[in-house]
């Protein structure tokens, strides 16, 4: 990778904690530290952790000695250690994280599941650091049929930029089926003790920031043409209308599910 290319990739990770952080997944750490049951004198480990929200919010009840967040992308690590350089931050992929067997009291994995090829492989790996009888908690994002403002988002973007924009944001509901997602954690060899809904709330300050949002930050943008772009963010005002408050900031519900299990 360039130095230019890294610099990119930094900023990207900074404005993912600048904007993405508060407007989405502050709420979702708080949930899965507080379902998983992370308590004083844990050892927890945060797979996939990006800038380490869920990991932050686990060192506020087991101290940060006692936690270390993993991530495939450095950029993302390097704002999580700005941030908290007293949490341990590895480098590293959740199909085969570099940390030794029974490790971890609490392993947690907060919306990132769905994003790996072999999801039933890395919950393997997040059994074999987790200690016997340790829980393993995740929080992905539900169905897209489940979603209010999601929903016809995504079909509104389908509809002006093709199938193949929609396969795109596909990825993001993969995991998000109760049933398959209890089969990945058995198939893990993982016993699940508990799965309920949780509804999010993504806030942005406009459609117009929710489209630059949910969009411009993904390879979808790289498909769309100007015209494209343009039908997207009239679009979004639209099916977004629902979710908009009177001064124009959205507040679009986000289904998800949070799910514990025991190794
Ligand atoms: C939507 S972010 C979630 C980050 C963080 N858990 C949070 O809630 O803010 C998804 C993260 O998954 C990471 N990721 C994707 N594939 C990965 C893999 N195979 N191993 C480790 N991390 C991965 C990405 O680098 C990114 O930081």
Request: glycine share 8%.
């Amino acid at each position: 990778m360039t130095s230019e290319t890294f610099q990119l990739e930094l900023a990207a990770a900074e404005a993912y904690e600048e904007r993405f952080v508060p407007a989405i997944f502050a709420e979702w750490a708080q949930v899965l530290v507080t379902e998983a049951g992370v308590a004083p004198g844990q050892r927890v480990l945060d797979v996939a952790c990006g800038t380490g929200i869920a990991a932050r919010r686990a060192a506020e009840i087991a101290g940060a000695p006692a936690v270390t967040g993993v991530d495939i992308n450095d950029a993302m690590l390097k704002v999580a250690a700005r941030i908290r350089p007293d949490i341990t931050w590895l480098l590293g992929d959740a199909a085969a994280l570099p940390l030794p067997d029974a490790d971890f009291d609490t392993v947690l994995c907060q919306m990132a599941l769905m994003f790996f090829p072999d999801p039933a492989g890395a919950l393997r790996e997040m059994g074999r650091v987790a200690s016997v009888g340790g829980t393993i908690a995740a929080a992905v994002p539900g169905r897209l049929e489940d979603q209010p403002a999601y929903g016809p988002f995504v079909e509104m973007v389908a509809r002006h930029a093709g199938a193949e924009a929609m396969s795109l944001l596909s990825v993001y509901w993969a995991c998000g089926d109760p049933e398959r997602l209890q089969r990945l954690f058995a198939e893990a060899g993982l016993t699940v003790t508990a799965i309920r809904t949780h509804v999010g709330t993504a806030r942005y300050a406009s459609a117009d920031d929710f489209v630059v949002g949910e969009v411009e930050s993904t390879p979808l943008m790289d498909r769309l043409t100007p015209e494209q772009y343009a039908q997207v963010r009239l679009g979004a005002k639209a099916v977004l209308q629902p979710f908009t408050d009177r001064d124009g900031s959205v507040a679009a519900p986000l289904h998800g599910l949070i799910i514990v299990a025991r190794r």
